[in-house]
C-alpha cells in the first residue's frame, strides 16, 4: 500500500470517527438502567461494597467490568454519568477503528479495506446511540471483536492460544452472555483449523485453560459475594414463553428497520459461504448471538442494545459480502460498471444513510424521546426526594435506576431487579405491555413497610391546574388521585394488586407533590395507623384510637374502614356514636363530590374532542350540558369561557369568567383571562385590577408578565 493511500485511509477514518462523534452526540443520553449500574458504581467507589443499597448483597448489575471501570472513574474524581458518556463515546470510536483493522487483516490486498465496515458502524443509530446510553455496550462491542481478531492471529498457529481467549474472558467479564461467543469460537477453531485433529484439540484445551485462569476466579469471587452463580437480574427478566420469542422476533426486526441493522444484514448475507474461515467465524457468532437475544426477547429499550454486538461483529464480513457482489457485478452481469470506479463508494454511502436515517425518524426514535423525558422527569422526583424526604427513608418504585441515584435513598425495586426476593420467589405473568417487567410479590413489598410507595412509572406529570382534586398539593384521597395513578397498571401488574390490598390502603396516604410545573404522586407510609394498631393488638387500645383511625380514613376517602373503627369506638364508648354520623354525613359528600367530577370530566372530554373535530358548536353544547347539573361548575364556565373567546363572543366569555370567580374566587386564570378581555376593550384600569388580582392568587401566574408589559406601555405613553 503506497504513502498516499495510507493517508487517505487513515484521513477517511478519522473522518468517519467524526461522523460517529457527531452521530453520537444526538442521543448522548443514559437510559435509565444505566444509572442501576451508576448507583453500584458509587457505591464501590465509596467503599460500601458492590451493592445497590448499603448492607444488601444483590448482584442487580450485569456488567461487572462497566461497574469496574465506572469505579475507577469515580475514584479519580470524575462524576459517573459523566465519565460513562465519554468512556462510550472512546469505546465506540475504538470499535470503528478496530473493525476497519480486521476487515483489513481479512482483506489485506483490498483497496482502502476497512472504510466500509467502519462506514456502516458510524451510520448505524444503535452503534451511535448506546454509545452514550451509559450502558456497556460499547465495552461489550468492542471487547468481542478484539476477541475475535485475536483469533484470526492465533487460530491454527503452532503457539497455544492466549490473547483470544483472556480477551474473550473479558467479554464475559463485561456481560455473562460474552460466553457464548466464547463458545462458537472454540466450537469453529476445533472443526475449521488446519492441522491435525490433535493439534485442534491441544489448542482447544490451551484456550479453555487461559480462560478459566482468568474467569474462575472471578466467578467464585462472584459466587462467594452474592451467594449465586447467574446474576440477580437473569432471575427477574429470564422467562420460557412463546411470547418472549415473539418478542425477540420483533426486536429483531425493529433493530433491521429503524437500527441500521439492515445494511450490515445484507452485506452479511452476500458474504455467506465466503471460502474464508476467518469471515465465517464472524457469521456464526453473530448468527449465533442474534439467535440468543431472539430466544431471551431482547429487552424494552430502543435501538435494540442487545443487537450491537452482533452489528459490530458482522460489519468486516458485510464488507467482505459488498466487496465480493460488486467484482460479480462488475465482471459478470454488468462489465461496464468497471468504468465507474466511484459508484461502488456512491452506493455504500445511500445503503449507510438509508440505514442512519432511524436516527431522525420511526418507532425507536420516538421511544427514544419518550424515554429521554421520561428521565428528566424522574431526576426531578429523585432531586425532590433528596431535599425532601428523611435520611434512610426507604423508597418503594418500579424505574429503579435515575431515582434512587440522584435521591440517595435506600430503594426496593417492586419489579425484582435489584431485590433477591422478588427476583426469585416473586409472582410471574407474562407482561405483555412493557417486556421482561414480569415479576412482582405485594405482599412482601408492604411487609418492607417503606416509606413512599411510588406506583406506575414514576414519572411527573403535567396536569390540568384547574383539576384541583389533582393538583392540591398534600394529602388527597384515593379517588382523587386514582385517573393520575391507575393508568399504568395495564404495565405494571403488581402495582394494581397493591392498589386494591385493604392493607395498603390503611396505611398509606396518597399524596400530591408539584415540582416545577409538573405534578408528582406518591403514597406516604402512615406511622399513626401503625402505632395506633399496635396499641390496639397489644390490648391497651382506647376508644380514641379507633376514633383517631376512623378520622384517618375519613380523610382519604376509605369510607369503609373509617365506618368499621367509627363502629368500634362507639362499642367501646356509646357517647361516641356522633363519630359514625360524621363518617357518613363525610362519605355522601364524597359521593356527591366524585359524581359531579366525573360529570366535569365528562363534558371536558366531550368539549376537546369537538374542538378536536372543529366543531365549536357541539363543544358549546358538551359545555351546557355539564352545567346544566352544575351551574357553578368553576371549570365547566372557565372552559365555556375560553369557547367564547374562540367563537368571538367575548361578552358572553367576560359572563362565564365572571360566574367561574364567582364559584371560586380564588380562581388565577379566570382573573387573567378577564383583565385579557378588558385589555382588548380598551379597559385598561379593569385589565390592571384583574391581573393584579390573579398575580396576588398564584405569584409565579402569566398575568405578572401582562402587568409587566402594560407598565411598560404605561411608561412610553407621552405624557
Sequence with gaps: MSAATVRIRWAVLLALCGLLALHALHFFQPVDDAFISFRYAENVAAGRGWVFNAGERVEGYSNFLWVALLAACRRLGAPIPGASRALGLLLALATVLAAAAVTRRILPAARLAGLPAALLLSASPAVAMWAGGGMEVPLFSLLALLASGFWMAESGGARPPWRWPLAACLVAMARPDGVLLFGIALAWDLFSAP???????????????????????????????????????????????PAVVAHGLYYLGWFLLDSGGAAIALGALLALRPGDRRISLLLWQGAGFAAYVVLIGGDGYAYSRFLVPVAVLMAPAAEFGYRRAWRWLSARALPSLSRAPALPALLL????????????????????LRGVEAGSRRRAIGEWLRGNAPPGALVALNPAGVIPFVSGLPTLDLLGLTDAHIARYGERVTNRVLFAHDRFDPEYVLSRRPDYLILGQA?????????????????????????????DFRGFPGDERIWGMPRFRRHYTPTIARIGGSYFYYFALDPRVAEAEARIEAGHGAAGDHVRLARIFEAKGETGEARKEAARAEA???????????????????????GGRDRTLEALRGMEEDLARGDLVAAERDLLAGLEADPRQPLLLYALGTLYERMSRPDEAMDAYRRALEARPDFADACNNLGTLHARSGDLERAREYWERAVAIDPNHAARENLRRLRQQEGSAPR
Design 195 to 241: 492441522g491435525s485433529a490433535g493439534g485442534r484439540w491441544k489448542r482447544l484445551l490451551a484456550a479453555l485453560g487461559v480462560f478459566s485462569a482468568a474467569g474462575v476466579p472471578y466467578f467464585l469471587w462472584r459466587w462467594s459475594y452474592y451467594g449465586a452463580f447467574l446474576p440477580n437480574t437473569y432471575y427477574a427478566k429470564v422467562g420460557h414463553d
Design 349 to 368: 454511502l445511500a445503503v449507510a444513510a438509508a440505514g442512519a436515517a432511524g436516527s431522525f425518524a420511526g418507532a425507536d426514535y420516538r421511544d427514544y
Design 459 to 487: 414519572t411527573t406529570l403535567d396536569v390540568d391546574p384547574r383539576l384541583e382534586d389533582l393538583t392540591r398539593p398534600g394529602p388527597a384521597t384515593f379517588d382523587a388521585i386514582a385517573p393520575a395513578v391507575v393508568r
Design 572 to 594: 367501646m364508648d356509646p357517647s361516641l356514636a356522633t363519630v359514625g354520623r360524621e363518617v357518613e354525613e363525610s362519605a355522601a359528600k364524597a359521593r356527591e363530590a366524585g
